[in-house]
């Protein structure tokens, strides 16, 4: 409750729990291509699921092509809340592994997919072999805050109304009906474009949607490694 009651859109977050940096250093800063590569990493490993914690990666308004991955638009129904949803797969390139991409799925996919459209973002040798999937909404900016609030924050008494701390304007208290939403529509609807393996999904989100992060690997075991 505290971290709700003090929570900035949209920072940069630090939270207390593993850290893939050693004890002694400073968090690294999750840039589009670090991301990927640390994903990649993990499914590489094929360790039990884990969850890495740094800085939120450095936005960028610089819009491109991306050699290495196909974007590929996903048309879905409303989710919850009635909320619109802007849904995005960047194919690799490379042909898929036997068993499937791995897949990461980026919260604040409007941010997200900026930073990940510049020139060689993801033109690492492990970023070249991962799926993304940017989750974001049907606007213009970059972050929906009055959607997001509701998405990415777990209800405190289930099955009453809640709101914002930051501002009683926004409903908060979704994240059991987004994470279904993921789970039950939009990875289905992934695994029809594309084959995926489903033992190397990762999911990314930073401030509230690091909050939705810690919600899903609590409620579910859907994904791998969460970030």
């Known amino acids: 409750r505290a971290q709700r009651g003090t929570e900035r859109e949209p920072t940069p977050a630090h939270v207390p729990v593993h850290r893939a940096a050693s004890p002694n250093s400073s968090p690294e800063p999750l840039t589009a291509a670090s991301i990927?590569?640390?994903?990649?990493?993990?499914?590489?490993?094929?360790?039990?699921?884990?969850?890495?914690?740094?800085?939120?990666?450095?936005?960028?308004?610089?819009?491109?092509?991306?050699?290495?991955?196909?974007?590929?638009?996903?048309?879905?129904?409303?989710?919850?809340?009635?909320?619109r949803y802007c849904v995005s797969i960047l194919r690799p390139a490379a042909p898929p592994p036997a068993d499937g991409y791995p897949v990461l799925f980026l919260l604040d996919g409007?941010?997200?997919e900026q930073d990940l459209t510049q020139t060689g973002a993801l033109a690492t040798p492990e970023g070249r072999t991962v799926a993304i999937v940017t989750i974001g909404y049907d606007t213009d900016q970059r972050f929906e805050?009055?959607?997001?609030a509701y998405d990415y924050t777990p209800a405190l008494v289930p099955g009453t109304p809640e709101h914002d701390p930051l501002d009683?304007?926004?409903?908060?208290?979704?994240?059991d009906g987004f994470l279904t939403f993921i789970r039950t529509t939009i990875l289905p609807a992934v695994e029809r474009q594309i084959p995926v393996d489903r033992r190397?999904?990762?999911?990314?989100?930073?401030?509230?949607?690091?909050?939705?992060?810690?919600h899903a690997l609590q409620h579910t075991d859907t994904f791998h490694c969460h970030i």
């Open 145 to 148: 805050v009055t959607a997001r």
């Open 36 to 83: 990927a590569s640390r994903f990649a990493r993990v499914c590489a490993a094929s360790i039990p699921r884990s969850m890495y914690v740094g800085s939120a990666p450095a936005a960028s308004k610089i819009a491109g092509e991306i050699a290495t991955h196909t974007v590929e638009p996903l048309s879905l129904e409303s989710g919850p809340a009635g909320h």
């Open 168 to 175: 009683a304007t926004r409903r908060s208290g979704g994240a």
């Open 110 to 112: 409007n941010a997200a």
């Open 200 to 214: 190397r999904l990762g999911l990314w989100g930073h401030s509230y949607g690091g909050l939705f992060v810690l």
